[in-house]
């Protein structure tokens, strides 16, 4: 299983899509531990270009602190899972948490809504 959380400085970012950097892990499912992290800049952010980029790593789940509605379909209809509303921690926290089942979620920071923190 692999996670994709987007970062800055270490922590997780609000803003998913103009992202530096990413933290990709794998992650043993059975024994929920991450086997390795990797942390990897993102192509130029266009509609659509995170899904691919990021179903070709094979990625499953995406932790988020927000997300617009089109971006969530689109990784929707590429099979990955996407929580929004996740705190600025560090992504390990983030991710261990998730497999213990209890991650703790927000509002949608950035949902590219009317008055949404980030909309556009």
């Known amino acids: 299983m692999k996670f994709a959380v987007p970062t800055a400085f270490g922590k997780l970012t609000a803003h998913f899509g103009h992202c530096k950097e990413f933290a990709i ?4 499912e059975n024994t929920k531990t991450i086997n390795k992290t990797e942390i990897l800049e993102p192509p130029p952010h266009e509609p ?3 899904p691919a980029w990021l179903e070709n790593l094979g990625v499953n789940v995406v932790i988020a602190g927000g997300m617009g509605n089109r971006a969530q379909t689109l990784f929707s209809e590429k099979g990955i899972k996407v929580i929004t509303g996740a705190e600025t921690i560090e992504p390990d926290k983030l991710i261990k948490a998730y497999l213990d ?3 703790v979620t927000g509002d949608n920071v950035c949902g590219h ?3 949404s923190p980030c909309s556009h």
């Open 25 to 28: 892990a794998d992650v043993d």
């Open 101 to 103: 089942d209890n991650l």
């Open 113 to 115: 809504e009317p008055g």
């Open 48 to 50: 659509g270009v995170l």
